[in-house]
């Protein structure tokens, strides 16, 4: 989004105590505590480019200056042309149709609507597919009501036509309730998997599973062993020619047009933003790379990051499953993580492997 004269100012804006202001405050990960890993400093610097016209943030703060209930958002102009991402799409039914189909029971209060009376749009998100109240009183209901209050105020004296907020987790009942009750419609976008690890070895894994899900897991496991196919664990290197050539496959079979140097200018990137937090599970036999999966370590979760296979070599069979999921499920206890995040999409893969779901919704109120 470019500033224009439908849009409100970037600049910071206090009224008592909400604030909306420009990216996010230094002391932010001191300020929202507890919440989920994605919603910290270092992946919302990842991924703030997929908010269009810059990265805000909208809070209502205490008293004593602590942040009571807060997100990130930004206040795009007019429609953009990412079908996961941009307001419009999700809410006319355009993104139902895209992979992962978002919305696609509906309803679409957006179908055949003009632009023109929905921008600047005021979008509540943050940028890694989950989104939630962060603060001290993030579950507080009244918190909820006084923030979306704040937040009206705010849009309307900005002259911003809709609040949309994309990727709401259904687990924040208190905040869906408030938003209801102030007149938004909630939409089921798409489902959310995570692997909440309660066990402490791997048969307290395979026993949450259902008997057959046992049965092949063991089969598979044993097959991969029987080919001489070895799994390890590593960190990331500044050069990785093999993930590279292997995401490239991946990209390549899923319709996309693999660009090496711009995959290979990524995994840079995200060796230098992730550092000794990064790791990776590889499937070797003898010299070559069968298949890898790379995890964010974050204190007591694992975030997946990306996957790739030799979809050429009968050998890396079953090599995805174990990369993704059973030698996972088998060292998190060992280094005290609790719950390994594996975002949206292949749901019933997700699920059947041990995987529980959290569906995630659109809110939509357009300004009186």
Same mark, same amino acid.
């Given at each position: 989004?470019?500033?224009?004269?439908?849009?409100?100012?970037?600049?910071?804006?206090?009224?008592?105590?909400?604030?909306?202001?420009?990216? =996010?405050?230094?002391?932010?990960?001191?300020?929202?505590?507890?919440? %989920?890993? /994605?919603? @910290?400093?270092?992946? #919302?610097?990842?991924?703030?480019?997929?908010?269009?016209?810059g990265l805000r943030t909208f809070g209502l703060y205490d008293a004593d200056g602590a942040l009571s209930?807060?997100?990130?958002?930004?206040?795009?102009?007019?429609?953009?042309? $990412?079908?996961?991402?941009?307001?419009?799409?999700?809410?006319?039914?355009?993104?139902?149709?895209?992979?992962?189909? =978002?919305?696609?029971?509906?309803?679409?209060?957006?179908?055949?609507?003009? %632009?023109?009376?929905?921008?600047?749009?005021? =979008? &509540?998100?943050?940028?890694?597919?989950?989104?939630?109240?962060?603060?001290?009183?993030?579950?507080?209901? !009244?918190?909820?009501?006084?923030?979306?209050?704040?937040?009206?105020?705010?849009?309307? !004296?900005?002259?911003?036509?809709?609040?949309?907020?994309?990727? =709401?987790?259904?687990? +924040?009942?208190?905040? *869906?309730?408030?938003?209801?009750?102030?007149?938004?419609?909630? #939409?089921?976008?798409?489902?959310?998997?995570?692997?909440?690890?309660?066990?402490?070895?791997?048969?307290?894994?395979?026993?949450?599973?259902?008997?057959?899900? @046992?049965?092949? &897991?063991?089969?598979?496991?044993?097959?991969?062993?029987? @080919?001489?196919? &070895?799994? /390890?664990?590593?960190?990331? /290197?500044?050069?990785?020619?093999? *993930?590279?050539?292997?995401?490239?496959?991946?990209?390549?079979?899923?319709?996309?047009?693999?660009?090496?140097?711009?995959?290979?200018?990524?995994?840079? +990137?995200? $060796?230098? $933003?992730?550092?000794?937090?990064?790791?990776?599970?590889?499937?070797?036999?003898?010299?070559?790379?069968? !298949?890898?999966?790379?995890?964010?370590?974050?204190?007591?979760?694992?975030?997946?990051?990306? /996957?790739?296979?030799?979809?050429?070599?009968?050998?890396?069979?079953?090599?995805?499953?174990?990369?993704?999921? +059973?030698? %996972?499920?088998?060292?998190?206890?060992?280094?005290?993580?609790?719950?390994?995040? +594996?975002?949206?999409?292949?749901?019933?893969?997700?699920?059947?492997?041990?995987? #529980?779901?959290?569906?995630?919704?659109?809110?939509?109120?357009?300004?009186?």
């Amino acid at each position: 989004m470019t500033e224009t004269e439908s849009s409100p100012s970037a600049a910071a804006h206090r009224d008592g105590r909400f604030s909306v202001g420009e990216g =996010l405050p230094a002391d932010w990960d001191d300020q929202i505590r507890d919440a %989920p890993a /994605t919603l @910290r400093t270092r992946w #919302v610097d990842l991924a703030h480019q997929r908010i269009a016209g810059g990265l805000r943030t909208f809070g209502l703060y205490d008293a004593d200056g602590a942040l009571s209930v807060g997100f990130c958002g930004g206040v795009p102009a007019e429609p953009g042309e $990412h079908p996961r991402f941009d307001p419009y799409l999700v809410l006319s039914g355009v993104s139902a149709t895209s992979d992962p189909p =978002l919305a696609p029971g509906g309803p679409h209060p957006w179908k055949d609507a003009d %632009p023109a009376a929905l921008f600047p749009c005021c =979008l &509540v998100m943050f940028p890694n597919y989950e989104t939630m109240p962060v603060g001290r009183a993030a579950r507080d209901r !009244g918190a909820a009501d006084r923030f979306i209050e704040e937040l009206t105020r705010w849009t309307r !004296g900005n002259g911003v036509r809709s609040v949309v907020h994309l990727y =709401l987790r259904s687990d +924040y009942t208190e905040y *869906l309730e408030a938003l209801r009750s102030h007149g938004f419609v909630l #939409v089921p976008m798409v489902e959310r998997c995570d692997m909440p690890v309660r066990w402490t070895e791997f048969e307290g894994y395979l026993a949450t599973l259902s008997r057959n899900r @046992r049965t092949s &897991v063991r089969r598979e496991r044993r097959e991969i062993k029987e @080919r001489g196919i &070895v799994i /390890t664990e590593r960190g990331l /290197t500044d050069d990785e020619p093999e *993930l590279l050539r292997l995401r490239c496959n991946l990209i390549a079979k899923y319709g996309g047009s693999p660009d090496p140097e711009r995959e290979a200018f990524s995994l840079r +990137y995200l $060796h230098d $933003h992730f550092g000794s937090d990064f790791l990776v599970i590889e499937a070797r036999k003898e010299d070559r790379l069968l !298949g890898f999966s790379t995890f964010i370590a974050d204190e007591s979760e694992w975030t997946v990051l990306m /996957t790739g296979t030799d979809y050429e070599d009968p050998d890396a069979s079953f090599t995805y499953f174990e990369t993704m999921f +059973y030698r %996972p499920a088998e060292l998190a206890p060992s280094v005290g993580i609790r719950n390994i995040g +594996y975002g949206i999409g292949t749901i019933d893969a997700k699920r059947s492997r041990g995987c #529980v779901t959290n569906t995630l919704y659109a809110a939509v109120r357009v300004n009186e």
